[in-house]
């Protein structure tokens, strides 16, 4: 404040407001991020009051008797979002090493550009594709022989239907593939070449070179892209509600159907009302501070090792 | 004479990790490209297939087949629209505060929560303008609508405003100061003048990303069957919400108008992520 009104007493008026209302601009962001958290805050108290903390780790999930928890929904996130970052970090990563250590680079650049545009195909044209196109071929092509290898396993138990947990997991995987490989992509490509010929020069084949001069070295900027591909795969919401079923249940099977807290709230918002509205929007706000953890810590494991000389993230 | 074969057969083995793990990479690009080429060949057919003059200019049916998405077409460029003129200006203010008065603290705290926020469900946002505006303007509205889009866009425009604005050379900005010209005229007449093409890059991209975002307008601006040009009363139907209702029908002709919903919002994102592309050669940091 004190810097305004110096700046006016110089005379420099256009610079005082013009400084001033670019200020606010910077703070309408803060005030956005305070407004989505005060208003969650206010209107979630009729659910804080009735179920208090419990609300995190009940199952409860009856309407009409005013029982409800947000644990089935926590538990449906955390399931699919990490199978789906198992499944796309490994191919992610290999991707990235593939386009940065064997491809030429006019291939790394064309592979670049369309993996950027198939980040922006909108999430529900994915729902969509998964839920018609690519549920039944699971069914008929994948499904059978992993029920013939794992079928006694639990994990697998039970027969396949269209919409469910293994579908939804699969598309997370396929959506937030290209992030994960576009981020590694980068970390990758900033380790510095004198890692890799010192590595060469010591006779080390290409894996060899890779594995102990460059992943080690591009560690936490892997990782924080891991990270930020499991925030998208936690908030993603219409492919999952599409696909995932919107079963409110502890499922034992990938088989059967389930129900995220983003999937939950599109999918029953509408006809909600008192109670009930009030313990979506107290999910929604659960949503966010995982969500805004995730981001942070990913953000933080960066920062920390920022000094040291390891990747950065771009994201 | 022995420790020679072992070690050969030793650096054998190398070389075969060496081929298995090319190998696997090479089948990791294959495995992230059969499906989403599948799923770019499909959209590309199904919603091809659907496209009509009556598409263009129908209403969706409830049942049985024809219709089209007219009113969804509409509704999304006003949608779109509304967004763009409550983002633009907040986003590029913000990006320009924290490239030219930023390198403070607040600056810092600024630009970590913009980044937060970039990685926010979108859903979120609806969540929270439902609150804010459903429930205290009387029902669905375009405007509640818009609003959640803009709070999806203003972090991106900003980050990406604040990237190529720092591009700018410092040497630039000295030689307009020299010239006695005041800060705030160097940095609206030179500096942006000299970022613009990245600028509209980050903009253009913020669009696409919005443009076929379905979460947050499902309790904003919700849907309808009908044409809605009122801004301010009555639920706005869009291209995403359309297709959400579409993928839920149990009917097939319905499906249909839905898939070539899709493949028009598809057209409509990549063609907006490729101008932005021509408009700006290099790569727009945070975009």
């Keep these: ?315 | 004479m022995s420790s020679l074969t072992s070690s050969s057969g030793h650096y054998r083995r190398r070389k075969l990790v060496d081929r298995l793990m090319t190998g696997l990479s090479y089948a990791s690009v294959l495995v992230a490209i059969v499906p989403l080429a599948a799923l770019l060949i499909y959209v590309i057919i199904r919603g091809a297939g659907a496209w009509s003059p009556e598409f263009f200019t129908g209403l969706p049916q409830l049942f049985g087949g024809g219709g089209g998405v007219a009113n969804g077409i509409v509704g999304t460029l006003i949608l779109v629209g509304m967004a763009s003129v409550m983002s633009i200006p907040f986003g590029v203010m913000a990006g320009i505060y924290l490239a030219e008065y930023g390198d403070n603290a607040l600056g810092g705290f600024i630009r970590f929560v913009a980044d937060t926020m970039t990685g926010i469900p979108s859903i979120v946002a609806g969540v929270f303008i439902y609150g804010l505006l459903v429930l205290n303007m009387g029902g669905y509205n375009a405007l509640a609508g818009a609003v959640s889009l803009t709070i999806l866009m203003v972090p991106v425009i900003t980050r990406s405003t604040e990237g190529v604005i720092r591009l700018v050379p410092g040497s630039i900005r000295e030689a307009a100061l020299a010239l006695g010209v005041p800060r705030w005229k160097t940095t609206l007449r030179v500096v942006v003048p000299a970022a613009v093409s990245g600028i509209v890059t980050g903009v253009l991209l913020s669009i696409a990303r919005v443009a076929g975002e379905t979460a947050p307008l499902l309790f904003t601006a919700f849907s309808s069957n009908y044409f809605n040009f009122q801004p301010f009363q009555g639920a706005m139907p869009s291209l995403p919400v359309l297709i959400y209702n579409a993928a839920r029908s149990p009917t097939e002709a319905v499906r249909e108008v839905g898939w070539g919903a899709a493949f028009l919002l598809v057209v409509m994102i990549l063609a907006l992520n490729l101008t932005a592309r021509l408009v700006f050669r290099g790569r727009v940091p945070g975009g």
């Design chain 1, 1 to 315: 404040m004190k810097r305004f009104f110096k700046l006016f007493r110089r005379g420099n008026v256009g610079d005082a407001i013009f400084q001033l209302v670019a200020l606010l601009c910077g703070l309408s962001l803060l005030v956005i991020m305070f407004g989505i958290i005060f208003e969650l805050w206010i209107n979630t108290s009729l659910s804080r009051q009735k179920f208090g903390f419990g609300f995190l780790w009940s199952t409860a999930f009856d309407i009409n008797g005013g029982k409800i928890g947000a644990l089935t929904f926590i538990y449906g996130t955390a399931i699919s979002s990490v199978i789906a970052i198992l499944l796309a970090g490994f191919v992610g990563v290999g991707i990235a090493g593939f386009l940065v250590e064997i491809a030429p680079r006019r291939l790394n650049r064309v592979v670049g550009f369309v993996v950027e545009l198939l980040a922006a195909i909108p999430s529900i044209v994915y729902g969509f594709w998964g839920l018609i196109a690519l549920a039944p071929w699971l069914g008929t092509y994948v499904v059978p022989p992993l029920q013939a290898v794992f079928g006694w396993t639990p994990l697998f138990a039970g027969s396949y239907i269209g919409s469910s947990v293994f579908t939804a997991s699969i598309v997370l995987a396929i959506m937030i593939l290209p992030t994960v490989a576009s981020i590694s992509r980068d970390v990758i490509q900033a380790v510095p070449d004198t890692q890799r010929e010192g590595m060469i020069a010591l006779g080390a084949t290409r894996w060899e070179m890779f594995s102990r001069a460059v992943v080690p070295y591009a560690r936490n900027g892997i990782v924080g892209a891991l990270v930020l591909g499991l925030g998208r795969a936690a908030g993603e919401t219409m492919a999952v509600t599409l696909i995932m079923g919107n079963n409110a249940q502890i499922f034992t099977s990938l088989f059967q159907q389930g129900a995220t807290m983003s999937s939950v709230i599109a999918s029953s918002f509408g006809e909600a009302s008192d109670l009930f509205l009030s313990s979506l929007l107290e999910i929604g706000l659960i949503l966010f501070a995982i969500t805004f953890a995730i981001n942070v810590g990913a953000r933080l494991l960066v920062l920390v090792f920022a000094n040291e000389p390891r990747g950065g993230v771009r994201a």
